[in-house]
């Protein structure tokens, strides 16, 4: 009923910078809460940013100042500007959002398939 669609991960040498895209589709009535997670080889997934449908934003600590969460709601889309980026960050990072689906009107937790970001000199 409802897809997201990452796009912009690769290989970055530290320092650098990447943006990431996530696109929904499908049977959306409104999109609520989205955001970025990450899963590291070996860890728990974690999230990494956050921001609700009137903007409002938090972060993970290890990447305040870094990074940069930002939606367009007409395009039913969500952005994740990394700057700065040190090989720790070397993850795949899932996009999620909380989706109200037009057929039912309830709400649905939604992940995408994950792009993959590898930072390394």
């Known amino acids: 009923q409802v897809h997201l669609v990452e796009s912009g991960g690769g290989l970055v040498q530290p320092g650098g910078s990447l943006r990431l895209s996530c696109a929904a589709s499908?049977?959306?009535?409104?999109?609520?809460?989205m955001g970025w997670y990450r899963q590291a080889p070996g860890q728990e997934r974690e999230l990494v940013a956050h921001i609700t449908s009137g903007g409002s934003t938090n972060y993970a600590d290890s990447v305040k100042g870094r990074f940069t969460i930002s939606r367009d709601n007409p395009k039913n889309t969500v952005y994740l500007q990394m700057n700065s980026l040190k090989p720790e960050d070397t993850a795949v990072y899932y996009c999620?959002?909380?989706?109200?689906?037009?057929?039912?009107?309830?709400?649905?937790?939604?992940w995408g398939q994950g792009t993959l970001v590898t930072v390394s000199s």
């Open positions: 999620n959002a909380v989706v109200v689906v037009s057929t039912t009107f309830t709400s649905l937790v939604t």
């Open positions: 499908g049977t959306i009535f409104r999109i609520n809460a």
